[in-house]
Every structure is written in structure tokens, then in C-alpha cells.
């Protein structure tokens, strides 16, 4: 065994060496890079082996010496100058099962953790390795990894390592159950309420802070409160706009208390205390929140964890989530909701709304952690309870066992002296105790109906000494006898199959031989359940392939009592019951949803998916069919030094068959995945993954693996781990610090016969090719066309990106060849064929993608009989921060059918790289970005100095020009256009050669125009002998006019058109032209550039926009798309020079399409700003309110195009850095006006975020010298009952006093009554002109038929807030809101439910929550008393202003009315009768 010295060296200090590993090649004739070796002390053959990979060789090393990074030998306690073994290993033999890979702070979509995991593939990886992935621009670090059972240090990457992906920067929704078991106390004597903050949410934060964790959270309190009241009547009518009914006919109201919203702290701890205090006056406030003074209502009770709200906040936390495409932001991946409860895991709930929740859980991929502070009970949980409408006697309650829920009980550390017993059962509360709804509910229904195997009721401890419990069990789970199930499916099947509810069976006799079903309609089942399949090879229930339906549990107490005292036959459903406290008896078929998450989970020693949170007291003792099983017991050795929480962990085994014999030799187990067998102390390596050779070398009597494997458990998330009463589930630390992504892989498809059955089969087929000829051909601007290859790529991607898993297959059948291009089961194809083909998965969805040759043909897979869609509408309150009341607010849930998307216009708009006839449509979620340009002020420090915040008209100053400077350069970057004379940049120097990219060399060449003029229409034109001056010198020209153009000359006031346009042309002093660009005619120029250049050389009144004109109809200019028809308007709008030399090597003829070049290139008019190219008469200083005539509230009627957005193609990979075709698309606003906010949005489906992140970037640095671009949601109001809006975000209203004036008279008295309300509007406009808010202009929502009112929205010009002000005419009712009715009316002050009181006048209000956390707590006001935020000193002071107080109100309108008395002398002393131009 042959040593070698160890040395170490730090990277990045000598370039020969920069790898992990540097030895020399002299020492490894054989070794070649690539090769993976095993590195460790000779004296420690069971310690630490350290695996590296061989990147590169390096003779300057020395003998018999290796040298590996000093990090990576710190961390393996590798001492340098020591001997160490090195050996070449076969990287077979160290591949991981599974690996873990953690990141922060960036945005990683699926298509990019896919192109990480295969650049990974074959990469040898060891724990805390930082990998950067360049051309994605992706950096992450190995957390975690498992090989053969256990966690290992090291390892390789295969093509079958399970990838997952860990974010330490997620959205993160914590809400509180405040039930009313929060009041009780623990066995230790604490409040429950404390053992979930001062305990649970202590320890979850100090993990965070330990992790350096930085998750975006948001903490809500909820609850629901029932009131004693027999019918609506009792309640008075402020309180009837939100209640609910439940199934009992209870009336309910649900309470949100948002505390935290979308924030990130580095210490969270001091939020603990915002808790506590808000915990003190929760339930006080709840209850008692529509007490008034001399009105009765209802008593109010707070419900218990069961009865609670569970499933509608993981709704509302999943509304948010879904809409992940809208707000994107780039520093954040990954979505996590948990709920915190005092209860023990067991919810009472509604089917349709466990369908609803359990199947947007699963498509949407998002990490649900139900965490309870209660004791775990005896029986499994999450346990899921449907209500029963059914009160005949014979109905069974029926149970769910959700494995989408990821459940933890936390406990605390506290020792009691006496005893080391923890109780885990609630005692019941006794006669007095019983809680108020429980009498008032039943409504003197004598026992009550729904006393079920977990509630006790005094009543019921007679009757044991009566009854048999045990016999009675055994009976009713005793499994189905095999031959009914089969006759009975027929006689379904033949009834009715794709009708959503099935009839049940039951057995009217004991006698199971002669079976005569018979039907009950009282027990009519739902089929409803998302899993459930209609197919003949499902039988009726046993193998029904999900939870929910395969719950009907136990009969309620009093009814089993009953059928065995009265001798009656037993009601039996055509299904084993569920038996919550032993659900292994029930194993279920696998699907897709079950096997959504499994993949994140890693195999432990028996090769059983395991999770790490479950400890096993005991080992798991198994009977099955009455025969004893010997079970293997295992200590995890590799375990026992690691400070990890399972030290202790025992793995039951399953109680399916635990191996089969196949030879005397071999064991094959159970899933034929897992690697190596323990048994006893002997490792088996068996299958090392050779897994195709053998399976086809099977006899043929082998069992059929697949059979046994299409099995899973009906508890738990992997479905692999045995129920057992000694399982105790810990807090999974794991998921609530580090939440996992959905995986990328999924392992289930179904078999061929279930394909046949249930799914309709749709398939199309792709010829990339001879689409991007066909386009070439059409297409005004050429485009880099995808590859086959890629474009094959970007449609999985664009699969796996919304939502779609892998599925890789053990067993490769003959036609599917997994992801493979050359598993051992194809046959071997002639190289020049590429051939792939993958399959994915979401939901009950499947896709094959093949590609062969230049043909992608796709096949899509989805259920024969869909889910009917539901939608419930739902009704709360929630009390947002910074409101004053909980407000009312109404949300839909529905289920998305995927089976809807048009997955064919998606690949076709990849086919043709994004082309106009395949437009992005909503219904493909692409993602976007939205921002704001607005002007940089520093308004902090300004509000700071003089403790008012409507200080706005009198501190601007007036830095139009540049601003429009800035926004040029911005559009430019945009664009990625250059200048080929750049206009000087503005104090560098006086060059006008200097690039305005800073670059200092000289244009090589001399563009080609003539610039001898010609001899026109026999007139010589006089020629200045400045400009020749000028050309030579190129320094000297004069510079008295600062515009970045140096000037020359003057021209006389009569000076012609054709010698104004010679000197425009010429190359140094002229214009100024764009590099030559693709699609972009030689000679272009932008219109807002030529008006500035002609302002200067103008002294005589003539306007520069009528010039161009003139030119343009001279035919000396043209829009630069070549559109003669197109009018000059000033802006950033393209237009080139016609006459030119057509031979000139660098001329280049415009597109002569106008559709094609707007597609191309961003135009955008300038609206507002003409004063800076022409000198116009003042306007009035009229206040907009008080004039005769008010001018237009926006740009829309006045703008040349109509539209208030365009869109254009973008380029998102500038800088060249991504391994894939990117491109996009920006949607921009058509008019710039100064003073107005400027939205640009970026829109992409075929992009990568750390790509789309690194381009905004470049954006904003562009635009910050006197602009600034800010990042702005989707739907910045949020307004409830709105259809894309945060359901736990809503506007705060703040009301206007319209009551100042004197004597009570009203408002615009003096003007016509029409023109009131507009008047109205532009006085709220006024107000908050003063505040610094900016107008945005949005597109008009067309609505059928409705008389919608005005509104206008404004952002602040700090981009912290936003207001809309609508108009409040009394013509537009808004209807109230209607109790329980379907699709309910939007209501939009929904105070009232009165219709004819008047609307009241005032402003919504909501905060920009895109602005990062670090930015938006940057802004506190320095010499405040208590470092006051300035945001919430802006609502403060708002809210003052329009309350008038200090008189500060009426102030505003006398000042503005002076204005008008002064205006009007003026214009009286004038005698000008005229009315001014308003501007």
C-alpha cells in the first residue's frame, strides 16, 4: 500500500494551484482526469475517506506528494505533512444515493436545477463543497448526502443520484392557531400559547440564525369564533356581511391577524415580544369585536384546534403561492406554509375542501409543515376527520390520512422531578365544563350524534361493561375476501363509471359466501377525491389509490353498540376501514400525487425511504396473516458520533413481503432499488447498478416485482415506513430551516393496461427545422434559430418549470428509455440518429417527449375522467399592519385544470424563438417583472428638516432635462445600441469623440456620407465655413449651449431647409448616428436628439418639430422602419437619413416593416417635456380643480399610437454568459412624460433568473443618476374580492374631510354639477401631488355592461407607497355583499350594507411590498424621536392632512383659491380675454 505525503495549499494563491486535488503525473502513469481517488490515513481504515476528483495534473508537486485544498483538509482533519493511502476507485462503488445542495439569497427556477444536476452528473462532491455553476450563474453548497443507507462524507454524482434542492431564502407563512386550547396549559404548566412562542418559534429562530438563514416571512394569528344563534335574525346588521354557516348549521366567523408582513430580519427574536403582546388582547378583541353600545349579539366562542380553520389558511397562503410568476423576484427560491397548533393533529373537515386543498398542495409543489404543541396521541395523525352530513344512525364517520401534510410534534426539554411519564391523551373536560357550542349545537338532539372514538362524552363510559370492543374491531377491519371485491367491481362498473359519486355496498348478512349487495342510499360515497380512478383494474376499494376515499371509519360508538346488542348485521362499506390506530392493515396503489415528494427523502439501511424526524422506541414487531416475521434490527453506526437528532433510530421493516428468494444467493427487495442489504452485520452488494442485465435475466417464475411495488402505506409522506404506536415524530427541523424544493425527479408511470384504461392518449410532432426555414425565410430580422437538440431541451424545461417532474424508471421497458440516450435496452443506434425521450409527470398528467432524428414528438397522457372543478368561495375578516379595524374580505379556491394548458402553442413559441404569431398569453404563466422609472429626489432628509411631509411643489427642482437625458441613456442600454459619434457625456471632457460608454479611442473609420453637399435643384446652398473648421480641428468647436452637442453655428433666421439638414448630416458636428445595427437602417438617428441639436442652432421662433416635419415630407428623413406614412414625433423614435450612398460598404436599407422593426426596437414619445426644445408661453398656476376648463388627468388621450403599452423582443443574455438560448420580451409604456411614473415590465418563459436578474441589474445601474427604477407588484392594491389579489394584503382607506368650510357649505359650489365629482378627484390629486405621488397610467378595465367609476392610481416618488382615488358619484352603486352566494359581487368599501348612503371620498393606500426589507427599514427619519420609519411618518402624516387637522386642509383650499383671484386680475389687467393654454 503505497503513501504518499500530504501537503495543502489555498486556492487562488498560485495559479498552478487551483484545483481541489494537485498531484503529479508521474506518480499515476495510469491516472487520468476525471478519475475519482479515495484519500486516507493508512491507520484508520474505518475513519474518514475523503474522495476527490483528479481536474488536472501538475508536475511542479514532487514526488510521491499530493496536495489537497487546507479547507477541505481541515474539515477531514487531514494533517498536513502526514502519510495518507491514495487509490483510484471505480466511482460506481461511491455513487451517492441522494445528495443535498443548499442556497441563499437567489432565484433558482426547476429548468435551472435541472441544468445544474446534469452539469453535476459524474462531478465528485464532499460536504460543504461550494459549487459555482458559471454559466447560470448559479452558487450553491452540499449539505447533506447518503450512499447505501447511510450519510456519508463524500461521494459521485451519478446519473441516478436524487438531487435536492434546499433554500435558505424562502417565502415563509407562519400562522398560530389562537384556538382555544392556546389558554390551556401543558403538562409542564405552561400555557400552550408559550410553549409555541417561547419554545417552538425561540428554537425555530435561533436554527435560522444558526444557518444564516434569510427567509422572506410573513406571521399570521387566526381563528375561528362560533356564535350561540339559532338564525340569522339574532345577529344586528353590522355583523351579517361575513358570517358563515357550517354543515350543523352554526354560524362562524373567521378572524386574521397579520403580524408580520414579507419581512426579513436578521434577529427575529425581537418580533417574540410583538407576539406575546398582541397574544394578550387576541381573544378579547376577537370576541367582543362587534360589541356596540345598546345592541344585543350573540354570544361568541372561541373554537377548538379541531373545529378550526386549518384547511382555509393553506389556502389563502396557497392563493399567494401559485401567483409566484407575477411579483418575481431574484434573491429568493422556494415556498413554505406552516401552522403552528395547539391541538394533537387531528382536524375536522369538509371533503371538497380537503379535494380542493390536497391537489393545489401537491401540483403546486409547495411545502406544507403542520407543527402541533399538543401531545401526540395513540393513533396516527395528521388525521383528518370529514364532517358527516349524514345523521341517519347507520353512517360511519369517515377519516383521511393526508401525506401531503409534513407533520412534527414539538416538545420541550423540561424534566418534571417525580415522574418521566408524559401523558399522551387530553383528558375530557366534565359536565360543567362542556363548551357552549357543544349544548348549542346539538339543539336538543338528546346524545350527541358525532360522539366519534376520540371525543369523550361522560354517557359513554357505561357501556363497556356490555360490549365486546375488541371482537366488535376485528370484524369491521377485517380485510375484504378477495373474490367479492372482483364480483363487485363488475356490477359497478356496469352501473355507472364516470358519474363523480359511487353507490357503496354493504353486506346485509354474515355470510360472505352467497353475496348479495344490497344498497344503502344513506352511505352514498363521494367520488370526488382527486385520486380516485373510474379504471375496471382498480377494485372498488382496497387498492383505491388515495387516503381520503379510503376513509370510511369507524361507526360511531353508540351505533356499534346498538348492531351488537340488537344482534343486527354489521353495516359494512365495500372497503376496509380505516383504523387510525393501526393504518398498516390498509395499503393503497401508488400514484403519481403520492410519489410527488418522495425523492427528497433518503434511503435508509433497509432501503426504505425514511424520514429523519421519526424515532422508533421499539422495534416494530409485524404480524401479518398470523404468521411471525423475524425482523432485522439495525444500529445506525455511522450515526452515533454525529450531533444530529438520530442517534437512537431503530428502521422497522415493512410488513409487505420483506425479500422473496430468487436464488440461493441473491435478495431482491421489495422496490428492486435499494443497493445493499443489512442483514445482520453482512453487507450484501448486490444490484450495483446493473439493474437492466439483471431484470432481463430473471426466470420466469419470479415474482413480479412491480406487483408488490405499486403498493404503498396509507400514513406518512414516503408512503415506505411502517405505522407503529412506538413512532414518535419529532420537529423536522430540516424543512422549517431549509425548506426542500419540489424534487425534480418523480419515480411513477403508470403500467400499460391503467394507460389503455384511464387516459386518453393526444400526440403531435415538432420539426424544428423546417419551421425556422419557413420563418427564416418571412421573418424581417434573422435570428439565430434553436437546434433540434435545444429546442428538445427548452420544452422539458418549460415542462419542469411549471410544475412537471422527471420520472426516472428502474426497470426500463423496452419503450421507454428513460432519459438515457444508451441504456443497455435499446438497441444501438447508428451515431448519427440522436435519440432521447423523456417522460414527466404532474398531477394525473403525463408527458413523452422523443426526439428522433430531427423529429420531437410529443405525447400527452391525462385522465379519461377529470375531477370536476370546485370552487368555494370564502369569507373572512384580517387585520393587516398599519390597519385600524379587521376589514372584510372574500376569496375564491379552486383547483387549476392543467389538463388545460396549451402546452402546443408553448412549443411552438419555442420553435420559432418567441415570434409575433406565437404571443406569450396569460394562461401560459410566464413570469414577469414590473418596474417603475421615477425621478431620484432625497426627500428623507428633506422631511426630516421640516417635520411635514406635503413639502413636494415647493422643493423640486426642475431636472427635466435630465432626467430625459438619464432615460435616453437608460432606453439606449435597453436597446443595446451604441453611438458612433457620442454625444459628450456631460462634464468628462470636451471631446465630442468620447464614447458615451467611456471607451477613448477614435472611430476607426469615417462613416460613409458624403459631406460635400450637392449641388441641389441648381441652388448652392451656402456652406459655413465653421463646419469644415470643425471637421479638421475636431476640438475646437465652440461650446457655449450645454447639450452635449458641441455647437458651431447659429443659422441665419432665413436659412433654408436643405442647409439645416446638411449640417444635421454632418459626421462630427451633426446629429449623431447609432452604430450599425442589425434591423436598424444606416444613419439613424432618434427625434428627441435632433430637436435638442436644432434648439441650439435655432434663434429665430421657428419650432424644431415643424422642421423635421418638413424634412420628413421632403422625403430627407423617414421613420427608420422605412414607413413613409409615419408622422416625425418627438421622443425616442427612430428615424434615418434617405439619402445615402447605396454602394458604401456599411449601408444598410431599413426593414420596410413597420409591425417587424416595432418588435424589435422600444419607441417611446415624449409627452410634457417640449419646452425644452421650444420656448412655449407659461401656464397657468391655476390649481387643475379650480380651473374652468381642467386639463386631461393623463397622457392616454393625448398620445400619437393610442395604446398605452408596446411590446418588443429582448435579448436577456447580454453578456454571453448562459449555456442556452435566452430571450424575453419587454412591455413598456409608449409616452414618457416628466412627472409621471414609467413602467417597464420584463417578461420571460425561456430565460434563467439568475440571467433575467443580472440584465435588471445592468438596467439599474444605468438609470441612477437622476432616475431610479423600482421594482413594483403585479396589483399594488390588493384589493379584496379582486381576483388575482394576496388574500392577507388590502389597501388602508383613509377618508377625506369634505366638512372645512365655513357655514357647512359644500365643495365646487360655484361650478356646474357635472363636473363636481371630477373636480373632486382632481382636488384628492392635488393633495397628493403635494405628498410626492406621481400619476401611473394603467390600461382602462373594460367591464360589460357596469358604469365602472374612474380611478387613478399614484406611486410615491420614493416608490415605497401607492394611492387610488376613484370617483364617489352616487350613480354607482356598489351592491352589498350577499351571504352564501356563489359568485359574489366585488365590494369595494364594503363597510356598509346599506347602498344608498353615500359614498364616502378618500384615498386607498398600500405599501410597496416588493422594495427589499434592507432598502425599506434603510429610510428611518434622523432626528425623530424613536427613529420613526419614514414610511409609516408619510401614512401618519397623511392621515392628518386629510383629516384637517391643525386646519392644514382648509389652509390648502384658501391658498389655491388665492391663486385663482390672482390669476384672474392678472388676466383682467391684461384684458386678455383668451383663455390661457392649461398645461
Known sequence: MKLYKLNTHTRGCNKSYDADLVM???????????????????????????????????????????????????????????????????????ALDSIEITFKDQYMGRSEMWRLKTYLTDTCVYVNKKIDYNDMQIRCQVYEMWSQG?????????????????????????????????????????LYFEKAVNGFLTELFQKWRKLSCNHE????????????????DEFPEHMRDCLQQDYKGRFYEDFYRVAIQNERCDDWCTVLGQ??????????????????????????????????????????????????????TFDRTGQLSVVITPGVGVFSVDRELTNITKQRIIDNGVGSDLVCVGEQPLHAVPLLKFHNKDTTLTSADDYSLPHWINLSFYSTNKKIAYSSFIPRIKLPLFGSQLTLYDDAGEGGEGEENESHFLSCNQSEYKHNSLFDYDAYDEQIFQPLPAQST?????????????????????????????????????????????????????????????????????????????????????????????????????????????????????????????????????????????????????????????????????????????????????????????????????????????????????????????????????????????????????????????????????DYFPDKRSLNNDYVISDYTLLPDDVNHDYAQSRAVYRKPLSTEEVCKEIVSQRLAQGFQLIVVDEKPPTAGGCSSGSAVQPVKPPCEINKEYLLSIGRIFHKISLTGSVITVTGYRPRHPYPPINVDYRYRFHAPQHETYEISGVNFTTEKLENFNWNHMDLYICTRGDVDYPLMESLKYWRYRMYLLPRENIVSKIASCQRCDIFPDVTADNTREQVEDFVRLIEAVSKLKRQFARRARGLTNSPFRERVGSNRLPEKRPSINVRPKLENGRIPRIFPAT???????????????DGFPVDIKFSPNATLVEIFEAMKHPVTGVGYFSQTQSLPSCTFVSYDALMWLKTRLNNGRHPLELLEAMRKERMICHASGDWKKPVVPGFVFYYVVQQDKNAKDYAPPLSDYSAFVNEWLEIEFQGCSFLWYDEPLTTPVPNFLRDSPAPQS?????????????????????????????????????????????????????????????????????????????????PMAEPFTKKSDPLRGPIFIPLCTTFLPNGAALFDEFPEESRSDRMLFLQEAILAKFGFLPCVLEKKYSVGKDLPKEYQYVHCTGNMFALIRCA??????????????????????????????????????????????????????????????QLKMLKDFREFCSNSDQRLSTFWSQSQELKRKAQKFEFNNNNTDEVKPK
Request: aromatic share 8%; with cysteine; net charge neutral.
Open 275 to 328: 407576539l406575546r403582546k398582541l397574544f394578550t388582547s387576541y381573544q378579547a378583541t376577537v370576541l367582543r369585536y362587534h360589541e356596540r353600545e345598546h345592541m344585543k349579539i350573540p354570544p361568541a366562542t372561541n373554537s377548538s384546534a379541531t373545529q378550526g380553520n386549518f384547511l382555509e389558511v393553506l389556502n389563502i397562503s396557497l392563493n399567494t403561492f401559485e401567483k409566484h410568476y407575477l411579483d418575481r
Open 217 to 232: 416571512v410573513t406571521i399570521v394569528l387566526f381563528s375561528r369564533t362560533f356564535y350561540a344563534a339559532k338564525c340569522l
Open 486 to 746: 372482483c364480483s363487485l367491481q363488475r356490477v359497478v362498473r356496469a352501473k355507472k363509471t364516470s358519474v363523480p359519486s359511487l353507490e357503496t355496498y354493504a353486506y346485509r348478512n354474515n355470510d360472505w359466501e352467497n353475496l348479495t349487495p344490497t344498497q344503502i342510499p344513506a352511505m352514498r360515497r363521494k367520488m370526488s377525491d382527486p385520486d380516485i380512478h373510474h379504471g375496471t383494474s382498480a377494485m372498488l376499494a382496497a387498492l383505491q389509490p388515495d387516503t381520503t376515499n379510503l376513509s370510511e371509519s369507524l361507526a360511531s360508538e353508540k351505533n356499534s353498540r346498538r348492531t351488537i346488542v340488537s344482534i343486527a348485521p354489521i353495516v359494512r362499506p365495500g372497503r376496509a376501514l380505516i383504523n387510525p390506530f393501526d393504518p398498516s392493515q390498509v395499503t393503497i396503489k401508488l400514484t403519481s400525487n403520492r410519489r410527488r415528494w418522495t425523492h427528497i427523502f433518503p434511503k435508509g439501511p433497509t432501503g426504505v425511504l425514511i424520514q429523519q424526524h421519526h424515532y422508533q422506541a421499539v422495534p416494530a414487531k409485524t404480524t401479518q396473516a398470523g404468521q411471525q416475521r423475524p425482523l432485522q434490527q439495525i444500529q445506525n453506526n455511522s450515526q452515533a458520533g454525529s450531533n444530529n437528532n438520530n442517534e437512537q433510530e431503530d428502521y422497522g421493516c415493512e410488513n409487505e413481503e420483506q425479500y422473496d428468494r430468487v436464488s440461493t444467493r441473491s435478495l431482491l427487495s421489495k422496490s428492486a432499488s435499494s443497493q445493499s442489504f443489512v442483514i445482520g452485520d453482512e453487507k450484501i452488494d448486490f444490484f450495483k447498478r446493473r439493474q437492466n442485465s439483471l431484470m432481463n435475466a430473471l426466470p420466469a417464475n419470479v415474482p413480479n416485482l412491480t406487483a408488490t411495488q405499486a403498493k404503498s402505506y396509507l400514513w406518512g409522506a414516503t408512503g415506505e415506513q411502517e405505522w407503529t404506536p412506538a413512532i414518535t415524530t419529532g420537529v423536522d427541523w430540516k424543512s422549517l430551516t431549509i425548506p426542500a424544493c419540489l424534487p425534480i425527479t418523480t
Open 150 to 190: 447511510e450519510r456519508v462524507a463524500s461521494g459521485v454524482i451519478t446519473e441516478d443520484t436524487k438531487i435536492v434542492f434546499r433554500s435558505s431564502t424562502s417565502m415563509v407563512y407562519l400562522f398560530l392557531q389562537m384556538s382555544s386550547e392556546m389558554w390551556d396549559f401543558d403538562i409542564h404548566g405552561d
Open 1028 to 1042: 469644415d473648421a470643425a471637421a479638421t480641428a475636431g476640438l475646437s468647436a465652440r461650446d457655449d449651449q450645454d
Open 24 to 94: 503529479n503525473l508521474k506518480d499515476h502513469p495510469n491516472a487520468n482526469v476525471g478519475d475519482v481517488v479515495e484519500i486516507y490515513a493508512p491507520d484508520e481504515e474505518n475513519g474518514t475517506h475523503l474522495l476527490l476528483q483528479i481536474t488536472e495534473f501538475n508536475g511542479s508537486c514532487g514526488r510521491d506528494v499530493i496536495s489537497i485544498e487546507s479547507g477541505i483538509a481541515n474539515a477531514f482533519k487531514m494533517r498536513q505533512y502526514s502519510n495518507v493511502v491514495m487509490r483510484i476507485v471505480n466511482p460506481a462503488d461511491v
Open 1369 to 1430: 358619484t352616487n350613480n354607482y352603486q356598489v351592491e352589498s355583499p350577499i351571504l352564501q352566494e356563489a359568485n359574489v359581487t366585488r365590494c369595494v368599501y364594503g363597510h356598509t350594507n346599506n347602498t344608498n348612503v353615500p359614498k364616502k371620498v378618500g384615498f386607498l393606500w398600500a405599501w410597496n411590498h416588493m422594495i427589499p426589507n434592507k432598502k425599506w427599514k434603510a429610510q428611518t427619519i434622523n432626528n425623530s424621536a424613536d427613529g420613526e420609519l419614514f
Open 1195 to 1275: 397622457w392616454t388621450e393625448t398620445c400619437s399610437n393610442k395604446r398605452v403599452y408596446r411590446q418588443s423582443h429582448l435579448e436577456i443574455d447580454v453578456n454571453q454568459k448562459s449555456d442556452r438560448m435566452e430571450w424575453g420580451h419587454v412591455k413598456h409604456h409608449t409616452v414618457l412624460q416628466p412627472g409621471f411614473a414609467f413602467e417597464i415590465v420584463v417578461e420571460w418563459v425561456t430565460s434563467s433568473g439568475p440571467i433575467v436578474a443580472d440584465l435588471i441589474g445592468g438596467w439599474m445601474r444605468k438609470a441612477n443618476q437622476f432616475n431610479f427604477l423600482v421594482s413594483v407588484p403585479a396589483d
